[in-house]
C-alpha cells in the first residue's frame, strides 16, 4: 500500500496570529487603563464600554452593554444628541469635541466632553466615543466666574479711585 504524506509550513500562520494576539493584548490594556470612558454604540445601543465608563456613571459594565445611550443622557441634552448623531451620520462637519451633561445611577448630572468618531465594529459601522468628566473643571470654571463677579462688585461699590500698575514696566 502507498501512503502519502503532506506536509504545511505554518511558521508564516503561527507568526500572523500571535502579531494579531499581541495586537488585541495592547489595544485591550490601552482600553481598560484609559482616564476615560471609552464607549461603542451601534444603533444607539451600547455594544461595548470600558470599565471607566461604567464608573462615570456608578453602573456595572454588564448592566450598561445592549442598552441605549440615550437613557444616560440629561433630558436637557437629548435633542442636541439626537441632533448630533443624525448629522455625524449623514456626513456633515460637526465639532469632534463637545460637551454635554449625564446622569449618574445615583440621579446627580455629570458634565462630560464627548469626543466622536465612526468605526467599523463588528462588521458594522459604529460609533465609537470617549468620554471625559469634567467635573472639576466645570466646578473650578464657576468659582472663577464667581471670584471675578464678586471683585467687578468690589471695585464698583468703592467711591476712589483705582489704579493698577504694572511695575516689570
Do not use: C
Amino acid at each position: 500500500p502507498a501512503s502519502f504524506v503532506i506536509m504545511r509550513d505554518s511558521t508564516e500562520q503561527v507568526k500572523s496570529a500571535n502579531l494579531i494576539r499581541e495586537s488585541e493584548e495592547k489595544y485591550r490594556f490601552l482600553v481598560e487603563r484609559a482616564n476615560d470612558g471609552i464607549v461603542i454604540l451601534q444603533n444607539g445601543q451600547v455594544k461595548f464600554m470600558n470599565q471607566m465608563m461604567a464608573n462615570i456613571l456608578g453602573y456595572s459594565v454588564e448592566s450598561m452593554i445592549n442598552t441605549s445611550f440615550l437613557s444616560y443622557i440629561a433630558p436637557d441634552e437629548k435633542e442636541k444628541i439626537i441632533s448630533f448623531y443624525n448629522k455625524r451620520q449623514k456626513g456633515d462637519a460637526l465639532p469632534q469635541i463637545y460637551e454635554t451633561v449625564l446622569v449618574h445611577k445615583n440621579g446627580t448630572l455629570k458634565p462630560v466632553e464627548l469626543n466622536d468618531g465612526i468605526i467599523s465594529f463588528n462588521g458594522a459601522e459604529a460609533t465609537q466615543t470617549y468620554i471625559r468628566d469634567i467635573t472639576e473643571r466645570k466646578v473650578a470654571e464657576k468659582a472663577l466666574i464667581e471670584s471675578e463677579q464678586r471683585y467687578a462688585l468690589a471695585v464698583e461699590g468703592v467711591n476712589e479711585g483705582i489704579f493698577d500698575w504694572d511695575l516689570n514696566t
